[in-house]
């Protein structure tokens, strides 16, 4: 009976391993913050390692060498007056995906939020709850629906990269939380009100049909381009390339959403390496237009062009 029940024990852990989707580093600095304690920042980075680490998010088992490699950084800068516990600052997200047949990892995600309030009090629980993302107190609550928000994000968008949306359903989760976010003592970055580059509005475009072109273009960069790099070269080249002209297309439809930066944040430098080792006549063509897409790197796209 007893190597029964231990049977069933490792076994259980064994697929509650397999199950999760990220491998996650989470780092929290709050060095800024004078007069607390690090060890309650040490005892947050730990927690929030194993809410990320630990939760299924999906319906899908990953295997080890499956998992999204990903790293959370929070910065804290600010106590929040007249709150215990309270802070503020802002959440670096970086997440990569490794191209089939090589030991290269293209990013995914390179974004940073500025709007982070949160409050976690020393061994505090961190729980998230779908049904219920407010909770009782809007500021710990955020804590958890930040990162779960994230967490959707990045796994949305690995999905995205291999199957032709493939993430509609973790973005549909992310616009959850959007929808359902707390709301308190200054919480930022839900609303569509505040401005036009928030959480808001990430999640508004990725699910909205008018932005579906973007979807379309991250598949075929991923799956039909990076992927099979090493396979048919000219013909993958040739992939990414014509990604390009649908992206101007959809800015000069859609100037400046954050759907368009999120993406150029994340592979402004491969499309730069990328362009480096490409023909002249591509380089006339697509060059400009990348110029338009990345303005803060456009001197580095002219560059190209000398």
């Not at 215990?84 to 089939?100: D, F, H, K, P, V």
């Not at 759907?259 to 080792?277: C, G, H, P, R, V």
Request: glycine fraction near 4%; hydrophobic fraction near 40%; charge should be neutral.
């Amino acid at each position: 009976m007893k190597k029964t029940i231990l049977f069933i024990i490792i076994m259980s852990s064994a697929l509650a391993t397999l199950a999760q989707e990220l491998n996650c580093k989470v780092m929290v600095n709050a060095d800024q913050i004078q007069g607390i304690d690090q060890k309650i920042f040490k005892t947050l980075e730990q927690s929030l390692t194993e809410f990320v680490n630990t939760r299924k998010w999906g319906n899908d088992n990953f295997d080890p060498k499956e998992r999204i490699e990903c790293v959370f950084s929070l910065l804290l800068n600010k106590p929040i007056e007249g709150v215990e516990g309270g802070y503020t600052g802002r959440l670096s997200i970086q997440a990569t995906r490794t191209i089939y047949n090589t030991s290269y990892s293209t990013n995914l995600v390179n974004y940073v939020d500025k709007d982070i309030a949160i409050k976690y009090l020393q061994y505090q629980t961190i729980e998230f709850n779908a049904n219920r993302v407010s909770g009782n107190d809007a500021l710990a609550s955020n804590l958890p629906a930040l990162i779960a928000y994230y967490c959707y994000i990045i796994i949305g968008l690995d999905y995205d990269s291999f199957s032709l949306k493939g993430g509609t359903d973790f973005y549909t989760n992310a616009l959850n939380i959007v929808n359902n976010a707390p709301e308190g003592k200054g919480i930022t970055g839900w609303k569509a009100a505040e401005n036009q580059k928030n959480r808001f509005w990430l999640s508004e475009q990725l699910t909205n049909n008018r932005f579906a072109g973007m979807r379309d273009v991250f598949y075929k960069y991923h799956r039909l381009g990076l992927d099979l790099l090493t396979i048919d070269n000219e013909s993958a080249r040739s992939t990414i390339n014509e990604t390009i002209p649908i992206l101007s297309k959809i800015n000069t439809e859609n100037p400046n959403s954050i759907l368009m930066q999120f993406f150029m944040n994340a592979k402004s430098e491969e499309l730069l390496n990328l362009m480096a080792n490409a023909t002249s006549t591509d380089k006339q063509k697509l060059v400009p237009m990348l110029s338009s897409l990345d303005v803060s790197n456009a001197n580095k796209y002219a560059e190209l062009l000398k």
